[in-house]
């Protein structure tokens, strides 16, 4: 009786995940443990590309702008279960963000997607934005599809440090 519920239940996950009984390729996902998923092979492409290859062009201006057209402000929302947005003023921190960025480079294209949805977004002072979207730690690039990268640790570390200093995520901890 307990393996017929245990079957039924695999079956269930197996529809809600868009796995069809019939479907061979994707009926093979949903049997293997998610420690596997993370096994799947990437689509390989040339190591070492530049970031900003993979930018839109609005998003390279942006990334090649003057210190003095600097960002005063980024939102770093992360939206997972739940959603949440922290900010920053301080021009530190968005400075080193923005090396960052200028720095990383792309490994590989990536078939692997998240539900963890973070986006960088950059405020200048006339109200002018650009945004960088990260499927996880993957970047969505302007062709939406999405790249590992190399060099991106510093940014998740100051990305976090923005979580950990806003003002409202200490509300939340308290």
């Not at 269930?12 to 596997?36: K, W």
């Not at 090396?99 to 200048?124: A, H, M, W």
Request: glycine residues 4%; aromatic residues 8%; negative net charge.
């Amino acid at each position: 009786m307990r393996m017929r519920r245990v079957a039924a239940l695999l079956v269930v996950i197996c529809i809600l995940a868009g796995c069809a009984p019939s479907d061979e390729y994707p009926r093979d996902y949903c049997t293997e443990s998610p420690g596997e998923l993370l096994d799947q092979p990437q689509e390989e492409m040339p190591t070492g590309k530049s970031f900003q290859d993979y930018c839109t062009e609005s998003q390279r201006e942006f990334l090649n702008q003057t210190q003095e057209n600097a960002p005063s402000e980024l939102i770093f929302h992360c939206l997972t279960e739940t959603a949440a947005s922290y900010k920053t003023m301080d021009e530190e921190i968005i400075s080193e963000i923005l090396q960052v960025l200028r720095g990383i480079t792309v490994v590989s294209k990536s078939s692997i997607r998240s539900t963890d949805n973070r986006i960088l977004e950059f405020v200048t002072d006339e109200g002018d934005t650009c945004s960088f979207r990260f499927d996880g730690r993957l970047f969505q690039g302007s062709d939406n599809a999405c790249y590992v990268l190399s060099g991106d640790d510093k940014l998740w570390k100051l990305a976090w440090t923005i979580r950990e200093e806003d003002p409202e995520y200490q509300k939340l901890i308290r």
